[in-house]
């Protein structure tokens, strides 16, 4: 049993919705089949229905997320409880296609959407728990709103990805560079700029 895997489900979920550049890639059971990438027995039952639950969870699950990475730790552990409520998990033994003895744990749901939930949501609360829940956050390089999971030594993750990180250096690098322009430029008007003050001992200047 992997956790931190069933940790990633619950981002790529999240992930395939980009709101802020008006993208989703949860809309047939093409794409459902691929969010359910190496999960073969749920890629053969999942119907149209389960695109819907799961459209739904993301909603509730970017939340977790949202909030986590706003400081509101209460909001989103009582969010995520909710969801552990409402998709609990399932654990069996099991050793099928000549596999060691292993834990699945959404042996049992009623449908792939909420087998998915199940373990997707105890791997992030599994995460939470053990890395903090100022691991979960969401990729400041607007408009790419991706989540994620910061794993780094350091609690240093801003990005979603190396891609994300250099655009939004890149950004902040050429805003600088306009406003040390903006500076150099106000600067040289002010020199230009005629002395209009009258000086003690002089007459006024005519207008």
Request: include cysteine.
């Amino acid at each position: 049993m992997e956790l931190t895997s069933y940790a990633e489900m619950a981002v790529r979920l999240v992930n395939t919705e980009q709101p802020l550049r008006g993208r989703d890639s949860l809309t047939s059971l093409t794409d459902l089949r691929q969010l359910l990438a190496g999960k073969r027995a749920w890629q053969q039952l999942a119907d149209d229905g389960d695109i819907d639950e799961l459209r739904a969870l993301r909603g509730r699950l970017r939340q977790v997320f949202a909030a986590a990475a706003r400081g509101a730790e209460r909001q989103a552990v009582d969010e995520l409880n909710a969801l552990l409520t409402e998709y609990p998990v399932h654990p069996q033994v099991s050793g099928h296609d000549g596999s060691d003895w292993h834990l699945h744990l959404a042996e049992g749901t009623p449908s792939v959407a909420a087998g998915f939930a199940a373990v997707a949501c105890m791997g992030l609360a599994v995460q939470l728990t053990q890395l903090g829940i100022a691991r979960l956050g969401v990729c400041q390089a607007a408009p790419c709103s991706a989540v994620f999971i910061d794993t780094s030594t350091n609690r240093s993750r801003r990005y979603c990805s190396d891609r994300c990180a250099t655009r939004a250096n890149v950004a902040a690098y050429r805003a600088r560079r306009r406003d040390l322009a903006s500076g150099d430029a106000a600067a040289v008007g002010d020199t230009h700029a005629p002395d209009l003050r009258q000086q003690p001992g002089t007459p006024p200047a005519n207008v």
